[in-house]
C-alpha cells in the first residue's frame, strides 16, 4: 500500500530539484525528507532520484512514479473534497422506497420539505409493496424504505416506528351520510365501501363488524393501496372510504370530503415504519430524511386527530 505522504514527499523533490528547498517547502528538516524518500524507494524496489551536478533529479522509475503520484494525489483531494460535500449534503444520492399508501401520506410531504432544501442532492423513489421492498433492500438496491412495520419484524431489519395514526371513515361532502352527528356500522354498511388491502387482523374485525351486522345488505366493496383512485371514488359517488387524516388531508381542506362521526376499532390503525438493514451505517442525507419523516410524523393535522380517536378511546374503556 503506497503511503500518500510520501508520494508528496517525491513530488516535492521532484518541483525543487534539492533536498534543503525541498524539505522547507513541506516543513521538513532534511534528514526527515531524506529518510522519506529511502523508503519510498524501498517500498517500490526501485531507485527514484540521481544526485547530479545540476541538482536532484528523477530517473526514469522516478518519472514514472511522479508521474501517477500526481494523478493520486489529485484523486484524493477529489476524495475529501466530495466526502466533505455528502457530509454537508451539497452532494448525495439516496434510494428510497415506499409502499403506496405511505408514499402519499408520508413520502409525499417529506419530499416537499426537502425540495426546500437548496443542495444538490438526487434521491430516487421506488413504490412498490412491502416484501418487494424488503427482497431490494437486502439486495442492496435501495438504501430504506416506508412500509408496514407490522410486516417487517425480522432479525435483519431495523425498524424506526412511526406513530400510529387512526383510520376515520370519509365521504363526499354531498353524500347521504354527509351531516350525520351520530352513524352505525349498519348505517355505513348500506354504501359501497372503498379502503386499502387490510392487514390480517383487520380482516377479522371487520368480518367480526359484517357478522353483527347480519341483517344489513351489504353493497360493493373496492380494495386498492392507491389513495389518490379511492378518493377519486369516493368524491365522485356514494362510496364511503377509509383512510388515515393525514392521506386525505387535502380533500378535507378544500372542502371536497368529510370526516364522518364514526369510530372505527384501533386495530384499523395504520402502522408504520421506516427500514433499514441492521446495523448499516446511514449516509448523511439518509439521517436528514430520516428527520424530516420524523418531523412529518408529528405534524399537527396528524396529532390533532390521533388525539379525537384518542380520546374517544378512553371514553370508551371508561364506559
Partial sequence: MLNLTRLQHAMALGREHNFARAAATLGLTQPALTRSIQTLERELGVKLFDRQARGTVPTAFGDLVLKHAEELLTREQDLRRDLQKMTTLEVGDLRVGAGPYPARTILGPTLAQLCGNESHFRIAVTIDHVQRLRELLLAGEIDLFIGDSSANRDDVLDIIPLKERPTVLYCRTGHPLAHARELRAG???????????????????????????????????????????????????????FATPEAIIDEVRFGQVVILPYHLPPVFGSKLGIAKVKGATLSPLASVFITAVQQHDASEFILEHSAIFAADDKLAAAS
Avoid: Y
Wanted: net charge negative.
Fill in 187 to 241: 348505517d355505513v354498511l348500506r354504501f359501497p365501501l372503498g379502503f386499502p388491502n387490510p392487514r390480517p387482523e383487520q380482516q377479522e374485525a371487520a368480518r367480526q363488524i359484517l357478522h353483527e351486522e347480519e341483517t344489513t345488505k351489504r353493497r360493493m366493496t373496492l380494495l386498492a393501496d392507491d389513495i389518490s383512485l379511492l378518493s377519486s371514488v369516493v368524491r365522485n359517488s356514494d362510496c364511503v372510504g
